[in-house]
């Protein structure tokens, strides 16, 4: 006997979402048919403008008004782009190579202007180079794997030499002496 309950019930509420769902589309139907309507009366008349003639046809008029707004977005979009990596090399953040002792340095900035990951490469062929001590470990001397250049001798352990490259990254940053080694500038 439930299942009959439960039979009905379920009769009556599929017939009430049905009633609800037809008593929404009919009007919609209605209201989209007038807006269809509406549509194509626009169109329609926007056609026949663009058909008529002041003394210049408007499709020519809306030609040309076309292309300078595609020509003027154009110019705009470039001279944003051009703003926008003029402002990439003047950051501080794109401050990432030098020379120092001869060498290449190269590093990455994080977001405080702090250097790391500092590395040297070869002035001659970019390859990166590897630090040798040599006699006590008092003094640094790096060496290329690919074209045998050999720097002179540093007189700093590698550790020192890469906190005083750090330190005169800083030194840059804060006197502006940076921007003198930007490509480009």
């Known amino acids: 006997m439930k299942k009959t309950d439960h039979s009905?019930?379920?009769?009556?509420?599929?017939?009430?979402?049905?009633?609800?769902?037809?008593?929404?589309?009919?009007?919609?139907?209605?209201?989209?048919?007038?807006?269809?309507?509406?549509?194509?009366?626009?169109?329609?008349?926007?056609?026949?403008?663009?058909?008529?003639?002041?003394?210049?046809?408007?499709?020519?008029?809306?030609?040309?008004?076309?292309?300078?707004?595609l020509l003027l977005s154009r110019a705009i979009r470039q001279a944003l782009q051009s703003l926008a990596t003029d402002v990439a090399k003047a950051s501080p953040l794109s401050y990432t190579t030098d020379h120092f002792h001869g060498l290449v340095w190269r590093w990455r900035m994080d977001s405080d202007f702090q250097p790391y990951r500092i590395s040297t490469f070869c002035p001659h062929c970019d390859m990166q180079l590897r630090p040798c001590s040599s006699g006590y470990g008092y003094s640094t001397q790096f060496h290329c794997d690919k074209c045998g250049f050999s720097s002179s001798n540093i007189e700093m352990e590698t550790g020192q030499l890469e906190e005083w490259i750090s330190r005169e990254i800083q030194r840059k940053l804060r006197t502006n002496e940076w921007k003198q080694e930007l490509p480009n500038q």
């Open 8 to 69: 009905i019930r379920n009769s009556v509420v599929a017939t009430l979402i049905a009633t609800l769902i037809i008593a929404i589309v009919k009007p919609m139907r209605n209201m989209a048919i007038v807006v269809f309507k509406w549509l194509w009366q626009i169109i329609l008349a926007f056609k026949a403008h663009l058909g008529s003639t002041a003394s210049v046809p408007w499709w020519l008029v809306y030609a040309v008004l076309a292309i300078i707004i």
